[in-house]
Structure formats: C-alpha cells, structure tokens
C-alpha cells in the first residue's frame, strides 16, 4: 500500500433498493438479437477480454478482466456497435422492414442503396460516437454531419474527418453543441442519431444501448469459456450513461438472483450521476466540464437510462483526471504474464479506480465499501484504446497527470 497527500476519488455508496427493476429490451435475448445483425457484417469480431492474473494477485482479489473494447470494428473504441445497430433500427423502420430478417448485404441491395444515399444523419459528439456515426454511415451510404465542443482536439476531428463526415467545431462544451445540433436537426430534417436521451427523445438512445447489450454478453461467454461462472463487481465510467445502461440492464436481467455489485465511475467536473446520488435527485453540471477524459466530459445523465442505473447502481465514484491517467499507465505496464492493454483516458477510468482503491491506503475505505476482497472478480470494460497519440505520450511516457 502507497500513502497518497489529496483525495484524488470520492465515493458514495448508493441507498437500498430494489435490483429487481428489469427493462425488457435490455436482456439476454436482446443480446442475440443485436449479434444476429451485427454479425452479418464482416466487421463484427468479439474483442478480447483480458485476464489480469498477477495483478489480481497483487491487488488481493480473485480475477481481474479487462474488455478491450480498442479492438471493436477498427474504431478504436466500444461506440460503433451500439451506433450500427441504432442505425440499422432506424433505417429499418423508415425502409419497413424487420431488423431480424435483415443482414448488412441488404443494405447494399442497389434498390435499397439508392434510398440510403438520400439519408444524412447528424450528432453532437465529443469525437467516438462521432467517429463510430461517422464509420457506419459511410458503410453504409448514408451522409453524415458532425458537431463538436470547443477543445476537441485536432486528431479527433481528423478522425471523423477522414470518414468523410462533414465536422464543425463550435464555440461551447458538449451540452451546449448538443443544444444547437437539436435545432439544426429540426431545420434540416435530417435524423439526429445521439447516444443521449431527454424529454422527448429516447429511442435511438435505447436503440444505442440496446446495442451495448452484445458487449455484454461476449464477456459473460468469455468468462464462462476461462471457467468462470459471472463477475461479481462490475466497474464502468459514465459520461451521459448510455452505455452502463446497456451493459448494466443486462447483467441485472443475465444475473438477477446474484446481481453483482455494481459502481459508476465520473470525472470530479462531470460527475453527474455522483452529484444526483449526493443529492438524492436529477443534477445536472454544467460549466466547462474540464477533464482530459473528453468521452465523459458530460453533465447531464441520459434520463432514460437514469431512473434504472439509480435502481441497479451501488456505488459512485468522482474521480481526478490522475485516476485515469494511472489506470493508462497501469494498464500499458503490466505485471508478470499479464497482457497489455492500451486504453485511452475515458477508457481507463473504470481501471484507475480499482488501482487506486487497491494500491492505496488512503482508499481502502472505498474497497470495503465496494466489499472488494480475495473473492472477488472484478470486470472493467476499457472503452477506447489510443484515440489521441499526443496526449496517450504525454500521459503513458512523459507522466503527465501524475499522483505525486
Ligand atoms: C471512450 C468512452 N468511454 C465511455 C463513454 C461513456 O459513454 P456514455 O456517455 O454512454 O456514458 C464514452 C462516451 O463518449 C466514451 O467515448
């Protein structure tokens, strides 16, 4: 055990109540039905999930498995496969037909092209939902239209860019860009496909984490492939919440009778879902929302999603930017026969976490409220590997954002 000088994590654990709220489009069987379409497309392969044995025995649990999700369709991050499946969904409805009789190839039908060439789809994004819209409609055929917040850095605008996505970076943080894509949407017409949700405004969201649900269920088969039966922590990061739903919603209803402990994970300046938790109802955080962690850089939770994760969530943490630049590092620098992990710095929040409240004393209240211990396994999911090489340098080689 290190002592740290600062709290760089606060926690809350979550009030008592019922696990038992399903949403019956987050389940097993949703699961296979995403896979059934998404595995049509030659793009589909499950990512690996890592096994941290040594580290695991250092940190005194039982298992730790890291998802790298770096390796999803060539993105470099989880996001485009709740996006194909989302958008598949809508393009399914506007064409009429049946999403479980359809495969990828259909699309690519030259009667069917045609309509699809006519589509734009258009985001706010703060670069891998944009990257991931970006990716399917030009696999698709469809346009694309992207706005960005201001600081987006080049190499995520280039990213999308590069897709042939028409990119705009504007003069506000996320929530306010979001704002303005709403009323560029309802002039244009064109079908605003955003991984959020609010009054109004949650089907495609729930399309979005309805899609998340394989990611899910790929870890479980994984786990039951290495001979284990089911996580018993779940650790993810939060920016809007659209993704925890979909992982979550399906380990609640996978795993009901032996739901596993499960903990959100927020930048300090973004920390939605922590603040709600503190103030036992909806807050939102607005300002600048400043974290190298540009994926979470988000104050206002998905509400569609809010209700269940109040519901199913046990714990939330509020974290420094160090907390995910040490769990970058860690997860660069393995121990023992451990594998690498690159993981980018809204991917390895979830990670950082566990590192911190294993690796130091000032923590270990965390870890027992958490109830971490040698029977414990342990599953983070990271969600993007190196999306920005200029600040994965500074951080992984040169130490930036360091504890000490
Ligand atoms: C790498 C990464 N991880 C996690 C998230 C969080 O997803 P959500 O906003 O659905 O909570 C994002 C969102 O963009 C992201 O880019």
Redo the contacts with the bound molecule.
């Keep these: 055990m290190q002592k740290n000088k600062s709290k760089h994590c606060e926690y809350i654990s979550a009030e008592k109540k019922s696990s038992k709220m399903e949403c019956d489009f987050l389940t097993a069987k949703s699961a296979e039905k995403v896979y059934d379409f998404v595995s049509t497309s030659d793009d589909y392969s499950c990512t690996p999930l890592v096994a941290l044995d040594s580290l695991a025995d250092r940190y005194g649990v039982k298992k730790i498995y890291v998802k790298d999700?770096s390796k999803r369709m060539g993105l470099n991050?989880?996001?485009g496969v709740g996006v194909f499946y989302g958008v598949a969904r809508i393009i399914c409805e506007k064409l009429g037909l049946d999403i479980s009789e359809t495969s990828f190839s259909d699309f690519m039908k030259p009667e069917i092209n045609e309509k699809l060439r006519k589509l734009t789809f258009i985001a706010a994004?703060?670069?891998?939902?944009g990257n991931g819209l970006a990716y399917v409609t030009k696999m698709i055929g469809c346009k694309c239209v992207i706005y960005m917040p201001k600081n987006t850095t080049k190499p995520r605008v280039d990213l999308i860019r590069e897709k042939g996505a028409e990119v705009f970076v504007t003069e506000y943080n996320y929530d306010d860009t979001l704002r303005l894509v709403i009323d560029k949407a309802a002039e244009s017409g064109w079908v605003h496909f955003q991984?959020?949700a609010w009054e109004g405004y949650k089907e495609i969201t729930n399309l979005?984490?309805e899609g998340?649900t394989i990611i899910a269920h790929e870890c479980m088969k994984q786990m039951n492939e290495d001979g284990v039966s089911q996580p018993t922590h779940i650790i993810?990061?939060?920016?809007?919440?659209?993704?925890?739903?979909?992982i979550l919603g399906y380990f609640v209803n996978v795993l009901s009778d032996s739901k596993p402990q499960m903990i959100i994970s927020e930048p300090k300046n973004a920390n939605c879902y922590y603040q709600s938790a503190i103030k036992k109802e909806y807050i939102n955080v607005t300002g600048e929302l400043e974290t190298i962690?540009?994926?979470?850089a988000?104050g206002e939770a998905?509400i569609a999603?809010y209700d269940y994760l109040y519901n199913w969530v046990d714990g939330y943490a509020s974290c420094d930017d160090v907390v995910s630049a040490r769990g970058m590092r860690i997860l660069a620098n393995p121990i023992g026969d451990d594998k690498k992990v690159v993981s980018?710095?809204?991917?390895a929040?979830g990670f950082g976490l566990l590192s911190m409240i294993c690796d130091h004393e000032d923590y270990s209240d965390i870890k027992e409220k958490c109830n971490i211990d040698e029977n414990s396994i342990v599953l983070l999911?990271s969600?993007?590997g190196n999306?920005d090489p200029e600040m994965y340098e500074k951080i992984v080689w040169n130490g930036a954002y360091n504890i000490i």
């Design positions: 999700e991050a989880f996001k994004t703060d670069g891998n939902h991984d959020q979005i984490s998340y993810l990061q939060a920016g809007a919440g659209t993704f925890a739903f979909g962690m540009a994926g979470l988000v998905n999603a980018g710095e809204s991917g929040l999911i969600t993007e999306t």
